[in-house]
């Protein structure tokens, strides 16, 4: 087998040049699996950017049983990876991008790694629409369970849109992704575990275990409400969630013929 170090560095250059790599060969175990996770992002640390939060995958429970688990997944989340809402994404940074329609939170006080929903909510700073962009690294978009945790759980980049008051209930709100005006796909925050409190809860555990608990300021996206959609060039995307408001970004580059 490769040496976990070599496979973080092999997928962080694939996430940095924007090259697609080959599927893991090695028989990875979760725990490995993560290591190289937390090795991959290692690196980007060092050139510069900071953990900011983390997102959460794998949250409704047809995509666990898809991929065979019950557990869900987790990645880290870094300052070069918010883009702002409104703003713009370069079509040439990713490999073959998508985008996922979320909640997100903002944290005003740390989480411990045991705590309960009542616990959690006490905690959240703000309650916000948001838009996760997803771009697995390997080629074909094809991956196993630990190639997907090995390479950050596919997180890419993130939007934000505004915060709205943390006591908004969030646990069934419709939500609207459109591209170019057009909705693409129509969805609750109920599809998150049946509320995306309990994907705030697993973070704080699944974070803390790592040995990363959230803190004050961190970001945690709850996961995807709906499928995701392929991205193109040219494109504006948007997503509308009922009582939040909405978050949307454009992709830089020529629209196709």
């Keep these: 087998m490769r040496d976990l170090m070599e496979i973080a560095a092999c997928l962080d250059n694939a996430a940095k040049d924007a090259q697609a790599t080959a599927q893991l060969e090695e028989s990875l175990t979760l725990e490995d699996a993560y290591r190289v996770q ?3 992002l290692a690196r980007r640390y060092e050139r510069g950017e900071t953990r900011v939060g983390v ?9 666990m049983a898809q991929m065979g688990v019950d557990e869900m997944i987790w990645g880290r989340l870094t300052n070069k990876m918010l ?3 409104g703003g713009s994404i370069d079509f040439a940074a990713y490999v073959h991008p998508r985008v996922e329609p979320e909640i997100a939170y903002v944290l005003k006080a740390p989480l411990p790694e045991k705590v309960t929903p009542a616990g959690a909510l006490a905690a959240v700073g703000g309650v916000a629409p948001a838009l996760e962009i997803i771009d697995s690294r390997y080629k074909d ?12 759980s596919s997180s890419s980049a993130f939007v934000v849109g505004p915060w709205a008051d943390p006591e908004t209930d969030v646990s069934n709100l419709g939500m609207v992704l459109e591209i170019d ?6 969805g609750s925050s109920a599809a998150i575990l049946g509320n995306p409190i309990r ?14 608990p959230l803190k004050a300021g961190d970001v945690v ?18 997503v509308t969630v009922q009582h939040l408001g909405k978050a949307e970004f454009t992709i830089d580059g020529a629209r196709a013929d």
């Design 199 to 212: 994907s705030l809860v697993a973070a704080a555990r699944l974070a803390a275990e790592a040995g990363e």
């Design 55 to 63: 997102k959460m995958g794998f949250t409704s429970r047809a995509k």
């Design 83 to 85: 883009v702002e809402d």
């Design 181 to 186: 005006g057009e909705p693409r796909q129509i």
């Design 38 to 40: 937390a090795a991959s």
């Design 221 to 238: 996206m709850a996961g995807g409400a709906t499928a995701a959609e392929h991205l193109a060039p040219g494109q504006h995307v948007r």
């Design 141 to 152: 978009f094809k991956f196993s369970l630990t190639d997907v945790v090995a390479d950050n």
